[in-house]
């Protein structure tokens, strides 16, 4: 069953029932002002549940506060496997509590986020979670401030080089910049278990194509990449088409919103 809640009356009430329902397996909570006590009971009820599978918390404004107290649930939590803290502009203080729950919870497999901006010391936390993890298998991380730290990228990237469960990543809006795109393809290169990887929006142009492309002749897992929206005309998608005659996993090419 699923519910989804995006107005403030009785969410209190509805969390304590949460507690001790049996039936809800998908919860949205849209559009929310939770406050201490609701996120406390909140919390409480993803140590008590033991039906409820996925959980959506956009546009809810989830601070430090809210992170700390949800943090101690998602870490007792042993049946979550989807979690959705999108458009809550979180920096680094929340992403530490994130990641904190991440290095001890062994059930969630997917989580999408968006960060306020992808700097170093967001991407060493995340990074260090990630090293520790080992069930969360989807990654979306965007951002509302539209760039993304070079040092930052290298660090995660080079996280992901050994990591042995995440097969799809998302990281789009984020500007990554061409030594974002080195540091990608020396993932691709060394990366055995990524299956999806989703680039859009982030502005790598034909350059960052040629380098991706260089990266796919060595990749033998990957099978759908998505590099829409990334100003790529003509010579970046030959390079591309080119460098599928000798990869034999890809199967989805997305270039959509390209300039050819």
């Known amino acids: 069953m699923n519910l989804c809640i995006n107005i403030g009356l009785g969410i209190l009430k509805i969390f304590k029932l949460l507690q001790t329902d049996t039936k809800i397996q998908y919860l949205q909570l849209r559009r929310n002002t939770f406050g201490v006590e609701g996120t406390t009971l909140l919390s409480e009820a993803l140590q008590k549940n033991t ?80 090293q520790i993890n080992t069930s969360l298998t989807e990654l979306c991380i965007s951002t509302t401030k539209n760039r993304i730290c070079t040092a930052g990228t290298q660090i995660l990237f080079r996280s992901l080089q050994a990591n042995s469960t995440l097969t799809d990543l998302k990281i789009d809006c984020t500007d990554i910049g061409i030594e974002g795109v080195h540091s990608i393809a020396s993932l691709l290169e060394k990366n055995s278990v990524l299956r999806s990887l989703d680039l859009s929006w982030n502005n790598i142009r034909n350059e960052g194509a040629k380098i991706i492309s260089s990266a796919l002749k060595i990749n033998s897992t990957l099978t759908t990449l998505h590099l829409g929206a990334n100003k790529v005309s003509n010579s970046g998608a030959i390079s591309l088409f080119e460098s599928l005659q000798s990869n034999t996993t890809i199967t989805e090419l997305n270039l959509t919103h390209s300039k050819m």
Request: charged share 20%; net charge positive.
């Open 51 to 130: 039906t409820l599978k996925e959980i959506s918390l956009p546009f809810n404004n989830i601070r430090y506060e809210d992170l700390t107290i949800l943090s101690k649930g998602l870490q007792l939590n042993s049946t979550l496997t989807k979690l959705n803290i999108s458009i809550n502009s979180i920096s680094v203080v929340e992403m530490a509590k994130i990641s904190e729950a991440l290095s001890i919870n062994s059930t969630i497999k997917k989580l999408n986020m968006t960060i306020k901006c992808i700097g170093f010391e967001e991407m060493a936390i995340l990074s260090g979670a990630l």
